[in-house]
């Protein structure tokens, strides 16, 4: 099975939890930036919403490589919505990328709200769910 992990972020939340799915995979977190060579089985996307919405960046790149995408799972932090999941439904329904049925979603650090999050509580609930999604 081929799985990579990519993240965007703008503040270091959505990285955060792609470094800590890397380390439990033992595979290297990349940027969105980094297209997508190969086929993947499965995609770890983390990302953030941010002004209650996936960043454009997020879109390209799944535009981009929806052809190497076996399934995508959806990762997200936001200071305040739930998550990018209904988001990431539409998107990925639009290109024809199969969504994973189970997500993770955690809060981020925004400006003074949630200044410890993503906390350690919230990176070993990734990896956790990262690895239940292997089995």
């Known amino acids: 099975m081929t799985i990579a992990i990519r993240y965007y972020t703008q503040t270091g939340n959505a990285k955060k939890l792609a470094d800590a799915i890397a380390e439990e995979l033992g595979i290297e977190a990349?940027?969105?930036d980094c297209p997508l060579d190969e086929k993947v089985d499965i995609l770890f996307l983390c990302n953030s919403v941010y002004w209650g919405g996936i960043d454009?960046?997020?879109?390209?790149f799944i535009n981009?490589?929806?052809?190497n995408i076996g399934a995508l799972v959806d990762v997200s932090t936001a200071a305040f919505t739930e998550s990018s999941y209904k988001q990431m439904q539409k998107l990925t329904a639009q290109v024809g990328v199969k969504l994973c049925d189970k997500e993770f979603h955690c809060r981020g650090k925004f400006a003074a709200f949630h200044k410890d999050r993503p906390n350690n509580e919230d990176l070993q609930n990734v990896?956790?769910?990262a690895?239940?999604?292997l089995k």
């Not at 454009?56 to 390209?60: E, L, W």
């Open 127 to 129: 990896k956790t769910f």
């Open 56 to 60: 454009t960046k997020v879109k390209n």
């Open 30 to 32: 990349k940027s969105t």
């Open 64 to 67: 981009k490589n929806a052809s």
């Open 131 to 133: 690895k239940s999604l």
